[in-house]
């Protein structure tokens, strides 16, 4: 069955202290949700690493957070979206341990294993908008 | 198209106490649930009663799911959550809602008898209106019986893997039996809140009861292994059968920086040294 | 602005993460400590993080740059009360603090810390 999304909010993404906003939202949202303690942290810290890539190299942009349903099962949804420069070398900046940026290279690789499904799509010059869904 | 026509609202507002008392009186004499204790059915009917009725006077009949009528869901939610708990059957928790129909088709027929069509038309919408409560009580009542089994299954695995502290600062958990991903996933969480719960400074894994291992059984115990360090304690394996040693090998899971003994005997008396060892210092000066 | 407070315990440091941190006051942290290292010369350092509910690789990164630093000041860096919860997702995020020691408490870090530098884990205070 197709994916329906029963809620939605938007959140900016401009500096530090609002992806410390926005972990926190992700945190109530989960916990609404009934995640697990262990569900909730990595859905946080897969938030965390998205927000902070759409703050530090997308230049800011916004997230927004849905709740899907698939008719049997309930989730969460976040979208990381900028208009920042893009990203030229997909594969590459899965890598874990590729960084242009003096991190560790863990963020977009991490999001991915923290999470039930993984979407990235980035036009160099135009932007980048990632998406990731965990189911509860 | 109700929402012009029905005689409803009006007549639930005028006959209220009757019909509230018609049906408590039906239920008692016929369906009432088994468990549902008189004084406790006619509380519920009375919540539910007046609930209805001022949901009824938003005019939406059509349609629960409505913000009209959250009260009247949220109240049957409650009702068919305490339900599961006490052990009703769903039909014992949708009739409750039903069997308003006889009270209403009652009052219908002394109201507009006269003209057959709007009876229909009335009659009709009570009865959907109805219907569409009564399933929604059967819907949250099985959602409720599958939280409920999926709580029993998880203690049952909480209980089937016992961890036991062999010593001071040392736990051990002896796995026995197929290790699915689920269910290695919830013994090794498990674990981790034990090594916490407890200050151990060593956890040994013991595996001599599992038949076989898989690659992502395997690299959740090496998961657990790495998480269990950052929390400061360390894992020791023990009693990987050379089957499994192979199966390992040969899946290419990393054990290198895993301590392994062959046996639980083993593992425990490395366990005594590293712990035993910093004690005997500590006293010994 | 605020920072994280640093305090000392014989001989040692102490810095317990309660807030949720934003990038500079991490930032700042590691300047302060670093800081009191050469200033007290301090021999360790025990970074508390039991009340935190989230980890990420920036935190990550920041610990392991503490650790690092104070490894060059000749200190050395005991990371305490990780939660199972952020231990599985840290796992999973594949970050794995190389290097870093951990303990599952205060007292316990203050002995493992005692124990690497004097040998025993009741040195003198
Ligand atoms: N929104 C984005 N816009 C442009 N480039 C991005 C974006 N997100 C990630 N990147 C690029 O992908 C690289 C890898 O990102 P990733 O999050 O995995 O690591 P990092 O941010 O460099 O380090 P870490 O997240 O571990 O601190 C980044 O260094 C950056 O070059
Ligand atoms: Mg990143």
């Known amino acids: ?136 | 198209m109700t929402k012009v026509a029905s005689r409803l609202p009006d007549i639930l507002k005028r006959h209220d106490a009757a019909i509230l008392k018609e049906w408590v009186n039906e239920q008692l004499s016929v369906s009432r649930p088994e468990a549902m204790k008189e004084s406790a059915l006619r509380e519920h009917a009375q919540r539910f009663f007046g609930l209805f009725r001022d949901a009824v006077q938003s005019g939406e009949l059509g349609d629960v799911s409505g913000p009209a009528w959250a009260a009247v869901r949220e109240m049957l939610g409650e009702l068919s959550q305490s339900c599961t708990t006490l052990g009703y059957t769903p039909t014992e928790t949708a009739t409750f809602v039903l069997s308003l129909k006889q009270p209403l088709f009652t009052r219908l027929r002394q109201e507009v008898g006269r003209d057959a069509e709007a009876l229909a038309d009335e009659t009709w919408a009570v009865t959907g209106l109805l219907d569409q409560l009564g399933l929604y009580t059967t819907e949250v009542f099985l959602k409720g019986r599958e939280d409920l089994i999926r709580r029993q299954q998880q203690d049952m695995m909480e209980l089937s893997t016992p961890v036991v502290q062999l010593w001071d600062n040392v736990l051990a958990l002896p796995l026995i039996g197929t290790l699915d991903s689920a269910r290695t996933q919830i013994v090794m969480e498990n674990l981790l809140h034990k090594i916490v719960e407890t200050g151990a400074a060593i956890a040994i894994i013991d595996i001599t009861g599992v038949p076989t291992v898989d690659t992502l059984v395997a690299q959740h115990l090496l998961k657990t292994v790495a998480a269990a360090r950052l929390m400061g304690a360390d894992c020791i394996i023990s009693g990987i059968r050379p089957q499994i040693a192979q199966t390992i090998v040969h899946l290419g899971v990393e054990l290198a920086n895993v301590v392994t003994k062959a046996t639980l005997a083993d593992a425990f008396q490395i366990a005594l040294q590293k712990t035993g060892a910093s004690i005997g210092k500590a006293t010994a000066r | ?125």
């Open chain 1, 1 to 136: 069955m197709a994916t329906a999304v029963s809620a939605e909010e938007m959140r900016p993404l401009g500096s530090s202290e609002d992806v410390v906003v926005v972990r926190q939202v992700v945190r109530a949202l989960a916990v609404k949700l009934g995640f697990s303690l262990v569900d909730q942290t990595k859905m946080v810290t897969a938030a965390s690493e998205l927000a902070r890539n759409t703050v530090d190299y997308g230049g800011g942009g916004t997230v927004r957070l849905q709740t899907i349903t698939d008719g049997k099962r309930i989730g969460l949804r976040l979208t990381f979206e900028d208009k920042g420069p893009g990203i030229e070398d997909l594969a590459l900046a899965l890598k874990d341990g590729y960084t242009s940026g003096g991190g560790l290279g863990l963020g977009l690789g991490g999001a991915k294993r923290l999470s039930n499904e993984f979407e990235i799509v980035s036009r160099p010059g135009e932007g980048t908008r990632v998406s990731i869904a965990r189911w509860r």
């Open chain 3, 1 to 125: 602005m605020d920072r994280i407070p640093i305090l000392r315990m014989s001989e040692f440091l102490l810095v317990t993460i309660q807030v949720d941190m934003h990038d500079r006051l991490a930032m700042a942290l590691q300047e302060d400590l670093t800081d009191q290292i050469v200033r007290h010369r301090s021999h360790g350092v025990l970074i508390d993080i039991s009340t935190l509910e989230v980890v990420d690789s920036f935190i990550g990164r920041m610990i392991g740059n503490i650790a690092g630093m104070s490894r060059i000041l000749d200190a050395e860096t005991v990371v305490v009360g990780m939660r199972p919860a952020v231990a599985i997702t840290l796992v999973e995020l594949g970050l794995s603090l190389p290097g870093v020691r951990t303990a599952l408490d205060v007292d316990k870090g203050m002995q493992l810390l005692r124990t690497s530098l004097h040998g025993t884990s009741n040195g003198a205070s």
